[in-house]
């Protein structure tokens, strides 16, 4: 099955900074990647996604690169804010066959920005 | 907005007991989802279902059980509850087609004593 590689598995950041988490995906059928923030106390919430035919994709200050070559995408935060502080989650999606489907995440990354 | 509400923010259950977990989604979503979510583990898939009355075991799927009798609802048991399954339990749906975003539940922190 697929495995997908996240790191760091802590981020601190400066206020203002900007911040970049990494992931990798073993398996070349997956073709959708969506990033997820889960804020204390809550369940998890997309925030950007990006398909296999897209290299990048931006939505104010995230932006979500993928290198479909080298199996590895990232989230890249600008302009990091106390709000950005909660704990990110990469997944990677492909069709298992029969109707079926998988959507495996990885382990997390807390982001705390510092004020 | 699309709601999924899960029974019980916090639960403590003893050993051996049978536990059910309900979620509750009000967006008329084919597809429902139960995973659990432990420290340095991230979100694990124990079961998953298509449509009413069918259901997919996920990675972990053991000593779980689930039931969907009703398209909105989606019940996770425990059939006889051990101190390993203390964790994070997440309900997510979303519409068919498989690549779109799961909106999930606040989740429900189950401890086993």
């Known amino acids: 099955g697929e495995n997908v590689e996240q790191h760091p598995s802590t981020l601190s950041v400066q206020e203002g900074d900007s911040a970049v988490i990494k992931c990798t995906y073993s398996?070349?059928?997956?073709?959708?990647f969506p990033w997820y923030k889960q804020e204390l106390g809550k369940g998890p919430q997309l925030i950007i996604d990006?398909?296999?035919?897209?290299g990048e994709k931006k939505d104010q200050r995230i932006a979500v690169t993928l290198n479909k070559t080298a199996k590895h995408f990232s989230l890249h935060i600008t302009e990091t804010q106390p709000e950005d502080s909660a704990v990110y989650f990469c997944?990677?999606?492909?069709?298992?066959?029969?109707?079926?489907?998988?959507?495996?995440f990885g382990k997390g990354t807390k982001l705390s920005v510092i004020p | 907005d699309v709601k999924v509400t899960q029974s019980s923010r916090y639960l403590v259950k003893r050993t051996g007991e049978k536990v059910f977990l309900e979620c509750v989604q009000d967006?008329?979503?084919?597809?429902m989802f139960w995973y659990r979510q432990d420290p340095g583990l991230g979100l694990r898939l124990i079961y998953f279902?298509?449509?009413?009355?069918?259901?997919e075991k996920g990675d972990i799927p053991e000593g779980y059980s689930v039931s969907r009798e009703k398209k909105e609802r989606f019940s996770l048991i425990l059939e006889s509850a051990s101190t390993n399954q203390t964790s994070m339990y997440l309900c997510?749906?979303?519409?068919?087609?498989?690549?779109?975003?799961?909106?999930f539940g606040p989740g429900t922190r189950l401890t086993v004593l």
């Open positions: 997944a990677a999606f492909r069709y298992s066959g029969a109707g079926s489907y998988q959507l495996t």
């Open positions: 398996d070349s059928a997956s073709n959708y």
């Open positions: 990006i398909r296999s035919n897209v």
């Open positions: 967006m008329d979503h084919e597809n």
């Open positions: 279902s298509y449509d009413v009355k069918m259901k």
């Open positions: 997510a749906s979303n519409p068919p087609g498989g690549a779109r975003e799961q909106f």
